[in-house]
């Protein structure tokens, strides 16, 4: 099993920063992708804000490029999200998924438990 636990959410005013952190413990090697998804409310269907795989493979959704920033340590089993120029909008409970390889035909998809982050003044 893979565990993943998120931190560095909060408060932040509009235009301000913040950086998540997401680290995997457990059974890791498998791991091929992380990323992050984003729940802006109960009504709404979570959404992809960056993945990153382990060749280095980024991707980003149109509303935070060029804004939010995905890196991985993987020495630590650990990845990151830097979110600058924060809007209201991206208020959010911020997940973070990853992508582990079981067998040739198998492979499992893992989540944390989420960390909120809201933009206001």
């Known amino acids: 099993q893979v565990r993943l636990v998120e931190s560095g959410g909060g408060l932040v005013q509009p235009g301000g920063s913040l950086r998540l952190s997401c680290s995997a413990s457990g059974n890791t090697d498998g791991i091929y992708a992380m990323d992050w998804y984003r729940r802006q409310s109960p009504d709404k269907a979570r959404e992809m804000v960056a993945?990153?795989?382990?060749?280095?493979?980024?991707n980003y959704a149109d509303a935070v490029r060029g804004r939010f920033t995905i890196s991985q340590d993987s020495a630590k089993n650990t990845v990151y999200l830097q979110m600058d120029a924060l809007k209201p909008e991206d208020t959010a409970i911020y997940y973070c998924g990853a992508d582990a390889r079981v067998s040739d035909l198998r492979i499992d998809r893992h989540w944390g438990q989420g960390t909120q982050v809201t933009v206001s003044s």
């Open positions: 993945s990153i795989s382990t060749d280095g493979i980024i």
